[in-house]
């Protein structure tokens, strides 16, 4: 079965083609709302193909990849209907959804419900729904929500120490994100251990240009680090993570500042790009560390406690772990960070191979802990579509 999987962005649409597991095609259109977007397209097997056009919305960048897609010399597919169904990254599902759900026009008036708390997010992945819905009507459309994963929290993790009105009345809880990726790679770990899922407590690292920590009991999320917004938790590329929240207020005071100029200095300048000043991107910075750029090694390490930090906290609520996961662009490819991450963890069964740790090999699942050690120390590459595109097939089937 075909199923196109999308994740619309703001100004990008990222999309994997499959048949069943089998992944036919993939690209990234950039710069959607302008006359210079640029399709990256990619044919499983074949080379990368790029090409500009002027892409002024969502619709339209769908209308290109689709018209990409049959293409007689850059396509895969004979015609568009062998598309059979279509699944859809949303980011925030609030309360309404546990888990991924057929698209009809009652999901998609929850959906547009919770743009309210996720005014960044939501617009654009139904922006992409919309598109589907008119150039392929008669195509099942499934939505797979980042939040559902971590609708299994108890109310201890989730809720604010603010007044509780605010969460009856404008729903501000704490909801978590990544919960594709943490469902995934910690049903992998699972498998790698030999042990049932409802039987495993497993800490799952997504760590990539937004990171998050998910303490995972018995295959229930019940705790995780990002919060109301993706803003919460690791410190980031250019996302502060947890600061005192009188902080922005201060600052709001000093420097004269308004809510969206806050919010641009909390959300793009800040992370490990602020505090070294030199980069959000995590090889960037391991070379200037190595270099001798004292900021740069300094971002690392507050990165890395940060992360250490979590990962004893979240061993504390579920009293003990079998598996720590790494996963995302850097916890799959930084064995700095993971060594710094888990050094001196010892007291708690936590203990590293080194060796391993820094030979372990691209793109592959790896346990690159210490025989001695009580808890498994994993690398699992992620794999976000995928599971989509399993959600989709699986939903547009039984329905
Ligand atoms: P996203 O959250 O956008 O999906 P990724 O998971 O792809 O991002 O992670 C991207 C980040 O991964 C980059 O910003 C970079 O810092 C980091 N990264 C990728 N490769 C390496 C590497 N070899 N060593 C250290 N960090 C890396």
């Not at 980069?279 to 910075?285: E, G, H, I, K, Q």
């Amino acid at each position: 079965m075909k199923v196109l999987v999308l994740n619309c962005g703001s100004s990008s649409i990222k999309y994997k083609l499959y048949d069943d597991d089998q992944q036919l095609a993939e690209g990234l259109l950039e710069k959607i709302g302008t006359s210079q977007a640029q399709l990256n397209h990619t044919v499983t097997g074949r080379k990368k193909v790029v090409s500009v056009h002027e892409v002024l919305e969502h619709h339209s960048g769908i209308e290109l990849i689709l018209s990409t897609l049959v293409d007689g010399e850059k396509g895969i597919l004979g015609a568009i209907d062998e598309i059979q169904a279509v699944g859809h990254r949303v980011v925030h599902g609030g309360e309404a959804f546990s888990q991924s759900t057929l698209i009809t026009p009652e999901v998609l008036a929850k959906i547009e419900e919770c743009i309210d708390i996720a005014p960044l997010h939501n617009p654009p992945n139904l922006s992409g729904i919309y598109a589907v819905s008119e150039l392929l009507p008669k195509v099942p459309q499934v939505a797979v929500f980042d939040t559902a994963f971590h609708q299994t929290m108890p109310e201890k993790a989730y809720i604010y120490a603010i007044p509780y009105v605010f969460y009856t009345r404008n729903h501000i809880r704490k909801y978590g994100f990544h919960g594709v990726s943490h469902g995934y790679v910690s049903e992998e770990a699972a498998t790698m251990l030999g042990k049932p899922y409802n039987e495993t407590r497993i800490i799952t690292c997504h760590l990539g240009n937004g990171s998050s920590i998910t303490a995972i009991d018995h295959g229930k999320s019940v705790d995780t680090s990002m919060g109301f917004t993706p803003l919460e938790g690791m410190p980031m590329g250019t996302r502060c993570g947890d600061i005192d929240p009188a902080v922005p207020l201060y600052i709001m005071g000093k420097e004269e500042l308004n809510q969206q100029q806050i919010n641009a200095l909390l959300n793009k300048h800040s992370g490990v790009l602020g505090i070294s000043g030199i980069s959000n991107d995590f090889r960037t910075l391991e070379e200037e560390s190595a270099k001798g750029e004292k900021r740069a090694t300094l971002a690392l390490e507050v990165f890395c406690y940060k992360l250490k930090k979590y990962i004893g906290s979240y061993m504390a609520a579920m009293n003990g772990a079998d598996a720590i996961v790494f996963t995302g662009g850097i916890g799959e490819n930084s064995y700095t960070v993971r060594e710094l991450a888990t050094s001196d963890l010892d007291f708690l069964g936590i203990v590293l191979d080194k060796e391993k740790n820094r030979n372990k090999k691209r793109g592959e699942a790896e346990d690159v802990s210490a025989d001695c050690s009580r808890v498994r120390i994993l690398v699992i590459p992620t794999n976000e579509e995928l599971v989509i595109a399993r959600d989709t097939r699986r939903i547009a089937v039984s329905n």
